[in-house]
């Protein structure tokens, strides 16, 4: 890789995807080791490059179709993919549940199948189902993009994530996060602790025991159920949503003692250490898992976590879609001809 983020900044560069090898499909970070995670920030420096352009486009993904699969809610995810593929001036096509033909009976295989028969490069899918991209996967030639499935995954959210500490701090080698509150029914949560970790962040979770999974023994993380005791020694404050959607009972007495013992408050957020970071991946309850004023503060990074989701999902359909990746060759970013 080295050289090629000042490749790509010139008129006409090329671009090293070779260690993303024959890779299809983005399901799941556990597929990826720190080299290629390292590979993909770095081409996200030159999306967010090609971002900050006045015509912010290039003509990498020119005739092909990205389509956006969503049968759960969604803001940021779903946006940032559209804009991202527009800038890489692929055409897009838009799914909502809420509008399609699934509310008359159509199953997930019979709308892809349908959606495929249009003509598709990348199906960008978020499903409330764990396991749902990668049933999907199997059932079509094009490229599937995980944009969140149920509890389990929610890659792209975890690469921005680390593309926004890494553009803070350098490196996460040694840096204390503390990823605080539903870890239980998070998607993000279970993402991040895989890359923080493969990027060599010391990750603690903290939550009540109500809110954490039977066993955290899979993932080198520490637990604490006393954010009092880890506040002033955290480097980054990564807040969780808290999932009431995914609740089947009552987990924590009242919202109300939630945010007494593990929300963010403006005491606890005035304890943090100078320089330390304040990250949320939205949507955020304020005053709940974060008091409104704090997610305001100079030092909480949520708005810029969204701007970088639009050059690490450009970076991401580039990897799975560019000209020549199956091959491994190295592929042509021209800004000439951007429309
Ligand atoms: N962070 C995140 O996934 O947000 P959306 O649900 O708005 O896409």
Same mark, same amino acid.
């Given at each position: ?12 560069? !090329? ?8 890779? /299809?499909?983005? *399901?799941?970070?556990? %597929?990826?080791? $720190?080299?290629? =995670? ?117 890659? !792209? ?8 500490? /890494?553009?803070? *701090?350098?490196?996460? %080698?040694?840096? $204390?996060?503390? =990823? ?160």
């Amino acid at each position: 890789m080295s050289g090629t983020t000042r490749d790509l900044t010139e008129a006409s560069s !090329t671009v090293d995807t070779s260690s993303f090898g024959d890779r /299809r499909h983005l *399901l799941t970070v556990s %597929d990826l080791e $720190r080299p290629e =995670i390292e590979q993909l920030l770095e081409l996200t420096d030159t999306f967010v490059e090609v971002s900050n352009r006045a015509i912010p486009k290039v003509p990498a993904l020119r005739g092909r179709t990205v389509v956006t699969l969503f049968f759960e809610d969604s803001t940021r995810t779903r946006l940032s993919f559209e804009t991202a593929a527009k800038r890489l001036s692929a055409d897009t096509m838009s799914f909502a549940v809420s509008s399609s033909s699934v509310n008359k009976g159509e199953s997930v295989r019979d709308t892809i199948e349908t959606i495929e028969a249009m003509g598709i490069d990348a199906v960008v899918v978020r499903h409330k189902s764990s396991g749902v991209p990668a049933q999907i996967a199997g059932w079509t030639n094009a490229a599937v993009i995980n944009a969140g499935d149920g509890w389990h995954q929610h890659p !792209t959210q975890a690469l921005l994530d680390a593309y926004t500490l /890494r553009s803070h *701090l350098g490196s996460l %080698d040694g840096v $204390r996060i503390s =990823i605080v509150g539903d870890v239980k029914h998070s998607r993000v949560a279970r993402s991040d602790i895989e890359v923080f970790t493969k990027l060599g962040a010391e990750v603690t979770l903290v939550a009540p025991p109500t809110l954490l999974p039977p066993s955290t023994a899979p993932w080198d993380v520490r637990v604490s159920h006393d954010f009092d005791s880890v506040v002033g020694s955290t480097d980054v404050c990564y807040l969780l949503r808290m999932q009431r959607e995914r609740m089947t009972e009552a987990l924590v007495p009242t919202l109300r003692e939630y945010t007494a013992h593990y929300g963010l408050t403006s005491a606890r957020a005035d304890r943090l250490p100078d320089g330390a970071l304040i990250m949320h991946p939205g949507p955020m309850n304020r005053g709940v898992e974060i008091a409104g004023e704090v997610a305001d503060r100079p030092n909480a990074v949520i708005t810029e976590q969204v701007a970088n989701g639009v050059a690490v999902r450009m970076a991401v359909l580039f990897l799975v879609l560019g000209p020549g990746r199956a091959s491994g060759a190295k592929n042509e970013i021209s800004s000439n001809g951007a429309g």
